[in-house]
Each structure stands twice: as structure tokens, then as C-alpha cells.
């Protein structure tokens, strides 16, 4: 990557840098498990709202489908931190965290919505995970470049 700096007698000074990707080349196949999972969960959470839209049991199908989702996002996150470097590596891992806790809240309020003997929609104790899910998401926003390496204290 080529960087161009303006000096003051207005000369231009072109430095070569290399920015060291730890992910490059290594991607997620078109036909793996979990992008061909990920694509089906989609199109049929497209063609239950679609067809169903609020009739039952369509709103309990897209429900299981967004907590179907959330664990793929998850998984997908954890995939990514094994590829990458250290910084990357703990983002991803928080990011993983955050997509599993949303998820599991996902999953609770479905249960205690539609299939729970008594609807405890006012108390659901799956409500407070939802909050708590965006709390790995925040923590990322401060990690330091240096989070993770052995060699920096």
C-alpha cells in the first residue's frame, strides 16, 4: 500500500508500506456447512414471512429462525477469530460472545412466548440477556492494538 505525504517545501514523499493481514487468503468456502446453513436459514425466514407473514405459525418460525441465525453469526465469529491474528482474535471472540448471548435470549423469549404453559411476557427471565448481549459488542470498542500479545505489558 502506498501512502503519499505532502512535506512543507511542498515536495511529495511516496512511502511503501506492508500491512500485515493475517486473514488473507483464508476465507470461508463457498460450499461449507455454514455459509450453505446460513443462506438456507435466510431464504426460509424470507419465505415464512413471505407466505405465512403473521398467521401462526409464522411468527414462532421467524422467532427460531432469528435465534437459528444468531448462533450462525456466532459460530461464524468464532471461525474468524481462529484465522486472525491477536487484536482481531479477541474482537472476534467478544463479537462471538455477544451473537450467543442474543441467541440464547432469542431462544428464551420464544419459549416463554409461544410454546411456555403461561405467557410471562411482562417477566420473561430471558429479557435481561437481551440487554446483556450488546455488552461484549461494547467491551470491544476498548481493546487496545496490543490486547492479547505476549510480548507487550
Aim: proline share 6%; net charge positive.
Amino acid at each position: 500500500m502506498e501512502f503519499t505525504n505532502i512535506r512543507q517545501d511542498n515536495t511529495v514523499a511516496t512511502q511503501t508500506h506492508t500491512l500485515r493481514t493475517a486473514m488473507l487468503g483464508r476465507r470461508f468456502r463457498v460450499g461449507s456447512p455454514l455459509v450453505l446453513g446460513t443462506l438456507a436459514t435466510i431464504t426460509l425466514h424470507i419465505f415464512g414471512l413471505a407466505f405465512l407473514g403473521s398467521r401462526p405459525p409464522g411468527p414462532a418460525l421467524s422467532q427460531i429462525l432469528q435465534a437459528l441465525i444468531a448462533s450462525l453469526a456466532g459460530i461464524g465469529c468464532l471461525q474468524a477469530s481462529f484465522r486472525s491474528a491477536e487484536f482481531a482474535r479477541s474482537f472476534w471472540r467478544l463479537s462471538a460472545g455477544g451473537f450467543f448471548l442474543w441467541g440464547v435470549a432469542q431462544a428464551l423469549a420464544t419459549y416463554n412466548l409461544y410454546f411456555a404453559p403461561v405467557a410471562t411476557q411482562a417477566s420473561a427471565p430471558g429479557v435481561i440477556l437481551f440487554f446483556f448481549s450488546y455488552t461484549p459488542l461494547f467491551a470491544a470498542l476498548f481493546l487496545s492494538p496490543g490486547a492479547g500479545a505476549p510480548d507487550r505489558r
